[in-house]
């Protein structure tokens, strides 16, 4: 049930206590996929999961933690505080419609750790059950077997993905282009006597991307969306079906009972 599409007395009536929010970014996606790529996604797996689940679908929040593609144009971000705060009073709004568990439908790799933090102050509070999902974390195995080499950003995964949603945004002529000005090896490869000594994703791919986007095809894009949309569906009825009771946490300490 999208909630841009409903009317007022529409929402209000209905009972839902699960809520699914899209959360993407805009940012660069290499030389062949749109800046909204993230996005797209994230809204299209959101959207197809609360279809067939009848839960609330918010609107898509498009803007992430992206500050590690600045030096390409286009890219937009927030600073990691202010996403915090926003995606944390967005989802403190949706408890006032009755809405206790919400899974942000998530696309983009630099949310992640953030969205956790959200769920976490919401869980210590007792306010909400919010939990972050990723869908390529959902498939794994899937992706593996896909392709040789997948790439973390802009890689043949997403691009599949796109050549599924959005056929007209991607650019195939480009695809080669994103593979040989791009890097195949995956992002975190690179170390330093164990340390991470890179902070922005130019330091390691030149036009932004990582992978062999010449691997991706829409009939893979088709295979991955539904596994994904098929494991965001299980995520679901698996929540409504959860005493809300049972997910919050245990008091830390027992009270004392001596007299």
């Known amino acids: 049930m999208l909630i841009p599409h409903r ?7 209905a009972t839902e206590s699960v809520a699914v929010v899209p959360i993407g970014s805009t940012e660069q996606h290499g030389p062949h996929l749109p800046e909204g790529t ?46 915090r705060d926003f995606v944390e009073s967005f989802t403190r709004n949706l408890t006032t419609h009755g809405i206790d568990r919400v899974v942000y439908v998530n696309a983009h790799g630099g949310n992640v750790v953030h969205l956790r933090e959200v769920g976490r102050r919401l869980h210590q509070d007792e306010t909400a059950f919010a939990i972050e999902w990723m869908w390529n974390e959902s498939i794994p195995d899937l992706i593996d077997d896909a392709f040789e ?21 991607v650019r195939t002529g480009r695809l080669e282009d994103a593979r040989d000005g791009g890097a195949t090896f995956e992002y975190d490869a690179e170390r330093v006597h164990g ?9 390691h791919s030149p036009n932004g991307v990582f992978g062999d986007q010449t691997d991706a ?12 949309t098929d494991q965001l569906e299980a995520l679901l009825e698996w929540l409504e079906e959860r005493p809300l009771e049972g997910l919050f946490p245990d008091p830390d300490l027992e009270p004392d009972s001596a007299p």
């Open 7 to 13: 009317t007022w007395p529409e929402l209000g009536d």
């Open 38 to 83: 993230d996005s797209l996604i994230a809204e299209a797996l959101a959207r197809e999961a609360s279809d067939r689940t009848g839960h609330l679908c918010t609107p898509t929040l498009p803007i992430g933690v992206s500050s590690h593609h600045r030096q390409f144009p286009g890219t937009m971000w927030v600073e990691p505080p202010m996403f």
């Open 149 to 169: 080499v997948t790439g973390p950003h802009g890689g043949p995964k997403e691009t599949a993905m796109i050549m599924h949603i959005a056929p007209d945004l």
């Open 195 to 203: 340390a991470t000594t890179f902070y922005d994703t130019i330091e």
């Open 217 to 228: 095809t829409p009939e893979i894009g088709r295979q991955l969306f539904e596994a994904a």
